[in-house]
């Protein structure tokens, strides 16, 4: 039997052979493209990923930051608003004192700021 009576006799076979080689070709071509776009894929996901976890570390220092000015603008706030209490209740203070002195020296003019502030009459 010669080569090419072999060929007409198991042309079939072969050309089964041939089209399997082909397809095993293509698949594995296939696949390693598929591989390829899937470690694309990963590595680019990874520097997404980078990306953001960078970003919420700013935004967590950010963070901080704006609290920290918060809390010194609190304490300020605190500061002034008691100084100011302290200076309005040695106003008060020195107002009480002002009327105690208008009330034993000259308790008429007492009467009109009373009535003068109050809109009232005096009755005696």
């Not at 198991?10 to 080689?21: N, T």
């Not at 930051?65 to 609190?74: G, H, N, P």
């Not at 203070?93 to 809109?119: A, H, S």
Request: glycine share 2%.
């Amino acid at each position: 039997m010669s080569f090419i009576s072999s060929i007409q006799t198991y042309w079939r076979e072969i050309l089964f052979a041939v089209v399997l080689l082909g397809m095993s070709a293509f698949w594995y071509y296939d696949r390693s493209s598929i591989i390829r776009a899937m470690d694309i894929a990963a590595e680019r996901y990874e520097k997404e990923l980078e990306i953001i976890k960078e970003s919420a570390q700013r935004e967590k220092e950010r963070k901080e930051e704006l609290l920290q000015e918060y809390r010194v603008k609190i304490y300020d706030l605190e500061k002034e608003y008691k100084k100011i209490e302290e200076e309005i209740s040695l106003a008060k203070d020195e107002r009480v004192e002002e009327i105690k002195k208008i009330r034993i020296k000259n308790p008429q003019k007492l009467i009109r700021e009373i009535e003068q502030t109050f809109g009232f009459e005096y009755v005696e």
